[in-house]
């Protein structure tokens, strides 16, 4: 059986922080934001310009979503222009929308496989840093706490996969332009 990361790693957060994420911007907009930064992260100098182009392609099919676009833009200007970014930009490495998969159950043969999505990957002299973007409407706090099990469960695949040990593990905000400290700390917040 094939399951979501996610699934596995329940965030076992229902009610008031779920309603939040379901905000008019929803999915579409996060969906906007993971792909300009993506693009972002492939292309350092890609211009403004560059960046509407992608969004108005990723927006086509709604037009509720494409009036948002030039607000998607001015997003990612300021992430661009912040401090997290200057670490994405020095990485040695950046990876974007890793797909990943691994045994989830330790049954031999496994019964279980696990598979999901991180959205960047950096390679720094530190080592391994995954980074999950979030646009939800959620505190830092409980960004980390309801995608904790998520990220934890990303770096011990990370690790299976590359055989080296992960450094960091956390949240980017993009709607607070903060990055949470290592969700596997009792420290939550940088």
Excluded: N
Excluded at 169 to 182: A, T
Aim: hydrophobic share 45%; charged share 25%.
């Amino acid at each position: 059986e094939t399951v979501a990361v996610s699934s596995p790693a329940s965030h076992g957060t229902v009610g008031p922080a779920r309603a939040a994420i379901e905000e008019p911007a929803g999915v579409g907009w996060g969906s906007l934001i993971h792909a300009l930064l993506e693009f972002a992260a492939t292309d350092l100098s890609a211009t403004r310009a560059d960046f509407e182009a992608i969004a108005r392609w990723c927006a086509a099919d709604d037009s509720g979503l494409a009036e948002r676009v030039p607000a998607a833009l001015d997003t990612v200007d300021q992430v661009r222009v912040s401090d997290f970014w200057q670490k994405v930009t020095a990485a040695e490495e950046r990876l974007t929308e890793v797909p990943i998969g691994a045994p989830w159950d330790g049954q031999v043969p496994p019964r279980l496989l696990t598979k999901g999505i991180i959205d960047l990957v950096l390679l720094t002299p530190q080592g391994w840093q995954i980074i999950d973007y979030k646009t939800d409407t959620l505190s830092m706090d409980q960004l980390v706490l309801e995608y904790r099990e998520q990220l934890w469960a990303y770096a011990r695949i990370w690790e299976r996969i590359t055989g080296r040990r992960v450094a960091f593990v956390g949240v980017y905000s993009v709607r607070d332009l903060q990055l949470s400290g290592d969700a596997r700390g009792e420290a939550f917040t940088a």
